[in-house]
Nanobody, 116 residues
Framework: QVQLAESGGGLVQAGGSLRLSCAASGSRFSIETMGWYRQAPGKQREWVTSVTSGRTVNYSDSVKGRFTCSRDNAAKNTMYLQMNSLKPEDTAVYFC?????????WGQGTQVTVSS
């Protein structure tokens, strides 16, 4: 069973930065894609970004230019999300996910709160 461990959430002022981490363990198959969703109070879960094993990264328009998603070169099942120029509207629970050829796995979520 694949387990995802997230860390790095917290409270920050608008304009500040946070870095989230997500480490996948227990995978029997190669993890192809990892990424992040977020869910703000009263809203649907929203896709934020994803990165493939080949390091192809995609971003939602709402975070493009401010967030950087990457995978660790040595620990290839570890992913980072560097969030800069944070806005109050970025406040949400951030969930990481990892996909092998069969299944998408989810982390438990980490809270990010941006104060104005």
């Amino acid at each position: 069973q694949v387990q995802l461990a997230e860390s790095g959430g917290g409270l920050v002022q608008a304009g500040g930065s946070l870095r989230l981490s997500c480490a996948a363990s227990g995978s029997r198959f190669s993890i192809e894609t990892m990424g992040w969703y977020r869910q703000a109070p009263g809203k649907q879960r929203e896709w934020v970004t994803s990165v493939t094993s080949g390091r192809t990264v995609n971003y939602s328009d709402s975070v493009k230019g401010r967030f950087t998603c990457s995978r660790d070169n040595a620990a290839k099942n570890t992913m980072y999300l560097q969030m800069n120029s944070l806005k109050p509207e970025d406040t949400a629970v951030y969930f990481c996910y990892a996909e092998d050829i069969y299944t998408r796995y989810w982390g438990q979520g980490t809270q990010v709160t941006v104060s104005s």
